[in-house]
Nanobody, 120 residues
Framework: QVQLQESGPGLVKPSQTLSLTCTVS??????????WTWIRQPPGKGLEWMGA???????YYSPSLKSRTSISRDTSKNQFTLQLSSVTPEDTAVYYC????????????WGQGIQVTVSS
């Protein structure tokens, strides 16, 4: 059974860097054929794909967030991490990590999500 669990602070001050970690169990983040993604949902809005990291370690980002986003991984802990810099209240959202299956272009496992509020 594959499980993903987001962790990190629930409250971040404006201009700071938001850092979230996704811990994966039941699957290896280095296994070929899968892409490990970050997605968020602001209140009252739809899902927004933020970026992803491949099994190879190559990361790529949404053009609208690329200048502020970094995704990295710790293979020894089977974790991948999202960093979003210079946050504003518009970055308030529920943040999800998910596993995407390359062959079918769809996410098959999701974390439960973590609420992050940006406020002073």
């Amino acid at each position: 059974q594959v499980q993903l669990q987001e962790s990190g602070p629930g409250l971040v001050k404006p201009s700071q860097t938001l850092s979230l970690t996704c811990t994966v169990s039941g699957a290896s983040i280095t296994a070929n054929g899968y892409i490990w993604t970050w997605i968020r949902q602001p209140p009252g809005k739809g899902l927004e794909w933020m970026g992803a990291i491949r099994a190879s370690g190559y990361s790529y980002y949404s053009p609208s967030l690329k200048s502020r986003t970094s995704i990295s991984r710790d293979t020894s802990k089977n974790q991948f991490t999202l960093q979003l810099s210079s946050v504003t209240p518009e970055d308030t959202a529920v943040y999800y990590c998910a596993r995407r299956v390359d062959a079918i272009h769809a996410n098959d496992y999701w974390g439960q999500g973590i609420q992050v509020t940006v406020s002073s």
